[in-house]
């Protein structure tokens, strides 16, 4: 998903698309094309932009504060947002959802609906960096940081474009419009492809130009989000408590519970109840929210709102969000939830006829432990549960575990722990694209189902992946051929699933971006296997 602080160009609301990587049960960079024709020099494009952007004699922008509308997926709100030196932040909202950016120096935080509050550290923040590196306009001033890319029509607009990247950030592509020099659009890898945030509505604001409409699409046109300025105050007044640290709700519960999980086709269920109604939810890392079953809306009397798009084994429509007043997770309960709704049985073709899933928003409220050789779960308030075992540091930029592991012990990888995958290991097409051979090619076609339906993988094995100092032998491993959905992921390399999980006795410590491994009692490395 797309994020960013304040820009010149406009607040990118992330693509209305929710990712759920888990639910599966198993059975490079991409570029616009460009003219290869010579253009200018990346200094001269650059100082055009800067004379198009900044009128003679404007004043420098000490602080800005801007506000306006939004609208996308079916649903309407509102944005504002505030920067002043180094420091920015953005509060959105799109129907129920909300979301708050907030950048401090270096640092940057984010807090969404559900009150999940982190620091960005992986992809996120280093998107961020060139956003912010390309929206300050200090990238004009550091030629060596762009590349040019060639002549490109955008929607009948002749444009230059330009690959930007900070310092330790993602590359983005600008494209300048070459007539007036301001940017037609902004585009970058997010997920399974790629995000184009198009700009228009140019205006002046104190010698200062700005796009006062942007629209935001991962390719989906039904699911684009139109951002529409209808402010901006350059040098007023920002009070510090604009920027003060973002706090984050943590689950209601005295001392820390344990409550027994089921186990249904390789996959593990935690109990739950909404408004007095008892349900069992797939326990669910890989997933980015809490999702309930159509029939578990119904019976509630909820009424979804919304035309999402849902990333799992492909690309589906059919996601609405709907707000519980609370879930009841053992004696613990999460209040305010804003949770999305999907036909799980029909967008699974007919694999997951689940009552729910019990994904991110619990986990990041919690600290959890997963026996399940014991079929358990023990959770309670960060802080209040003992932490043993071997740590191992994980992201949550994009609201899922992601640890970086080593593959055959030279090849050091992202991947998603993902306790929704009922398998032991994916690996994503695009991984395979840049490390061919790290598994050998198989005939052994398989499907493999998941939100969205099935999509085709083949089956193999994988010497070894580590997991800090823990090596486990001789992994399957499903080599997914997707091109689109959660399975066609840019950033990661794969997913770990319960078949490897299962060996340990897992706690998930997210709010300080850790879990910890303890070997199960029926732990095997694999090394027997053949």
Known sequence: MSHAS????????????LILAGAVLAAGVGQTAVSASPGPSVSALLANYERASNDPGASKIVTLESSGLLAGGGLTGAFHTWSQGTRDRTDESLGPRTETILRIGEHVYQQDANGDARELTGVLARRERTQEFIDSGEFAKDPERSSYRGRVPVDGIDTYALNVAAINGETETLYLNAQTWLPVRLAYDDDDGRTTIDLSDWRVVEGHHFAFKNIVSDGDHAYDTVQTTTSIVLGGPIADSVFAPLVPRTIALTTPDTIPLEMHDGHFYAPVTIAGHRYTFLLDTGAQDIVIDKHVAA?????????????????????????????????????????STLDLGASTSGVFRIDGILGYPFFAAATVRLDFS????????????????????????????????????????PFIIDTGNAGELLLY??????HP?????????????????????????????????????????????????????????GNVGLGLLKNFIVTFDLTNAALYLERGPDFDDGRARN
């Open 6 to 17: 304040w820009t010149r160009f406009g607040r990118a609301w992330p693509a209305n698309v």
């Open 374 to 413: 014991a079929k358990t779960m023990t959770f309670g308030v960060p802080g209040t549960l003992a932490l043993s075992g071997e740590k191992i540091a994980v992201q949550v930029d994009r609201s899922f575990p992601e640890a970086t592991l080593t593959l055959d012990s030279r090849t050091d990888a």
């Open 437 to 493: 051979g790290i598994v050998p090619f198989s005939s052994t076609s398989r499907h493999s189902y998941g939100i969205g339906g099935s999509t085709l993988s083949y089956r193999s094995t994988l010497d070894s992946i580590a997991f800090g100092s823990i090596s486990l032998y001789n992994a399957d491993t499903d080599v997914m051929l997707a091109t689109s959905g959660a399975f066609a992921d840019r950033f990661d390399a």
């Open 429 to 434: 097409h695009p991984f395979l694209e840049q």
């Open 299 to 339: 019976d509630l009397g909820l009424s979804p709102i919304g035309a999402l798009e849902a990333s799992g084994a492909t690309r589906t429509g059919g996601l609405a969000l709907v707000k519980l007043d609370a879930i009841d997770i053992g004696k613990g309960r999460l209040s305010g939830i804003i949770a």
